[in-house]
């Protein structure tokens, strides 16, 4: 089956460093990945779509400064979460449909992200 | 928000019995999926009901889906100790974009 992953699995850094997480379609090619945030005991967030090529697209309430979005190539997607504060901890998660929409979405392993 | 709501929020069963589990949405759906969750794990699809479906079975789980009431259930047959995770129901509206619905935590007790 169509496989995502994502780098690192697991991160912890100092408050106000920048941390980039990977999200990467194994094989297959994703135009479009999603990119969730899930505190603990806690639902999925949806926070932003990323767009191969184009600007990616926040929901509401997501700092677009905070939180940047570069989807550099069809298997590629990273999610910089920028000047990292202890409240930005959290599980952060990825996702990639694969064609034609409105299938099987596929998700990544996830990565925790620890900001002492 | 879009965010659907599940409930009971958190479930303990016995092995053997059926755990049922309720998802609520806003808006109109293509589709719903359900996914599962171990504890600080990723996600595991289980099963997705598309909007001109009524029922859909998959092994020992069966899904629901009323969309006059915007509702699904998830109903898992003759429990086991290993189906002890969150599950949470996910709607598409618009062709890939998910929300999530608030999870349910079941607890399979052996």
């Known amino acids: 089956g169509a496989v995502v992953s994502q780098h690192p699995s697991w991160v912890i850094c100092k408050s106000g460093t920048s941390v980039k997480i990977e999200c990467r379609s194994l094989d297959f090619q994703a135009t479009t990945m999603f990119w969730y945030r899930q505190f603990p005991k806690q639902s999925l967030m949806l926070m932003a779509t990323?767009?191969?090529?184009?600007?990616?697209?926040?929901e509401q309430g997501v700092e677009k400064d905070k939180f940047l979005i570069n989807h550099a190539s069809l298997t590629l997607s990273t999610l910089t979460v920028t000047s990292a504060h202890p409240e930005d901890s959290s599980f952060y998660i990825c996702s990639a449909p694969k064609l034609p929409p409105g299938g099987t979405q596929y998700f990544g392993p996830g990565t925790r992200l620890l900001v002492l | 928000s879009q965010q659907g709501e599940e409930d009971p929020q958190a479930l303990s069963i016995q092995e053997g019995e059926n755990a049922t589990m309720n998802c609520s949405y806003k808006t109109s759906i293509n589709n719903l999926q359900w996914y599962r969750q171990n504890s600080g794990r990723g996600l595991v699809h289980l099963i997705l009901i598309r909007s001109n479906e009524r029922e859909k079975h998959s092994g020992r789980l069966r899904v629901t889906l009323d969309t006059s009431k915007k509702s699904s259930s998830l109903l898992i047959t003759a429990s086991r100790a290993a189906d002890t995770a969150s599950y949470f129901c996910a709607t598409d509206a618009t062709g890939n974009q998910f929300y999530f619905g608030t999870g349910t935590s079941l607890t399979v007790i052996p």
């Open positions: 990323s767009n191969e090529g184009s600007k990616a697209t926040y």
